[in-house]
């Protein structure tokens, strides 16, 4: 079997997604065999996990504050500012990262629609609070850090 992007050298390796077969310099071109056409495709693909991820944590915050200063039973006072609603799209995004770690360290519950189950959640919502207000910014900046060496790569 020959390389697929060098007819005339023969294959020493394949790739591991497409299983095409790959000469020396192919398959040393990245830290382990794989073509360079499935390498862009999982970069595209992280690409866009990643901007999955940061617009969903935003879109949820932006989409709660929005909620919460729009619909609320209790209406805010005049002089509420631009701080407050700044403040309140911070840590309701930070939910979502929040809810992440959680449910990597946590394990899933299930009670069949019960008191106990409502509880666990709320109890789950408040915990995410918390540690998302302060893992957001740590998220967002891996993100875009990232982000920004998948585009360095050729």
């Known amino acids: 079997m020959n390389c ?4 005339e050298e023969v294959s020493v390796a394949q790739c591991h997604d497409c299983r095409k077969g790959l000469c020396v310099s192919c398959s040393k071109k990245f830290s ?4 360079t056409v499935c390498n862009t495709i999982r970069i595209q693909n992280e690409k866009s996990q990643i901007i999955k991820d940061l617009l969903f944590a935003y879109g949820f915050g932006l989409l709660v504050m929005f909620m919460i200063s729009k619909f609320s039973i209790h209406k805010q006072p005049k002089n509420v500012g631009f701080l407050f609603y700044l403040a309140m799209f911070y840590g309701y995004s930070g939910i979502v990262p929040g809810w992440k770690i959680l449910d990597k360290g946590f394990p899933k519950m299930y009670f069949n629609l019960s008191i106990f189950y409502f509880g666990y959640l709320l109890i789950k919502l408040f915990a995410a609070i918390f540690i998302g207000f302060f893992v957001l910014p740590f ?7 990232r982000l920004i060496q998948l ?3 050729k």
């Open 4 to 7: 697929y992007h060098h007819n």
């Open 32 to 35: 382990f065999p794989i073509c």
């Open 139 to 145: 998220m967002t900046f891996k993100h875009i850090r």
């Open 151 to 153: 585009n360095k790569i």
